[in-house]
């Protein structure tokens, strides 16, 4: 049940991604570029998240994930500070 | 450290959260409803994760995180809907 949900999280975070670059691609829309640069942040954050608990458990991925999942975010922050109208 | 980690990516979905909240009450395009929401679910994530100890059932605080990214592709397909009918 747990490998399903952390699976699941890495599959939908990598599928927003894609979305969010694709949207971009379109219209080039700056919200959207710092929305797609967080959601691939967002998206090796869960994937390291799979690797971590799932397939190599005696590692502790933790604070490098975390870090990862913080840089996305603060992407995004930068660019809803700066760069949305 | 990974506690103030978490408690610093909560922090800062609540913000981006607070943030698209904004931007629908300007814009009042659902998209932003979509994504308000999915960033105050992925707040509570982190904030689950930081106040949860039981490795057992850990693995339910990482759903809220799926619930939020299935917000976002909701949300993002129906914009696309939306776009294509009007």
């Given at each position: 049940?747990?490998?399903?949900?952390?699976?699941?999280?890495?599959?939908?975070?990598?599928?927003?991604?894609?979305?969010?670059?694709r949207?971009?691609?379109?219209?080039?829309a700056?919200?959207?570029?710092?929305?797609?640069?967080?959601?691939?942040?967002?998206?090796?954050?869960?994937?390291?998240?799979?690797?971590?608990?799932?397939m190599?458990?005696?590692?502790?991925?933790?604070?490098?994930?975390?870090?990862?999942?913080?840089?996305?975010?603060?992407?995004?922050?930068?660019?809803?500070?700066?760069?949305?109208? | 450290?990974?506690?103030?980690?978490?408690?610093?990516?909560?922090?800062?979905?609540?913000?981006?959260?607070?943030y698209?909240?904004?931007?629908?009450?300007?814009?009042?395009?659902r998209?932003?409803?979509?994504?308000?929401?999915?960033?105050?679910?992925?707040?509570?994530?982190?904030?689950?994760?930081?106040?949860?100890?039981?490795?057992e059932?850990?693995?339910?605080?990482?759903?809220?995180?799926?619930?939020?990214?299935?917000?976002i592709?909701?949300?993002?397909?129906?914009?696309?809907?939306?776009?294509?009918?009007?």
């Amino acid at each position: 049940m747990a490998e399903a949900v952390y699976m699941l999280c890495a599959v939908a975070s990598v599928t927003c991604a894609v979305m969010l670059l694709r949207g971009w691609a379109t219209s080039k829309a700056r919200l959207l570029f710092w929305g797609s640069l967080c959601f691939i942040g967002l998206a090796l954050n869960n994937l390291l998240l799979f690797i971590d608990l799932v397939m190599v458990p005696s590692m502790d991925l933790v604070i490098i994930r975390s870090a990862v999942a913080l840089v996305a975010m603060t992407t995004l922050l930068y660019g809803l500070v700066w760069d949305s109208k | 450290m990974k506690l103030f980690l978490w408690g610093a990516l909560a922090m800062a979905s609540t913000v981006a959260g607070l943030y698209f909240w904004r931007f629908w009450k300007e814009s009042r395009d659902r998209l932003f409803v979509f994504f308000s929401a999915a960033f105050c679910v992925l707040a509570l994530n982190w904030l689950g994760l930081a106040v949860t100890d039981e490795p057992e059932t850990r693995h339910w605080v990482y759903a809220l995180r799926l619930v939020a990214f299935v917000l976002i592709i909701v949300g993002i397909v129906d914009k696309n809907r939306r776009g294509r009918a009007g």
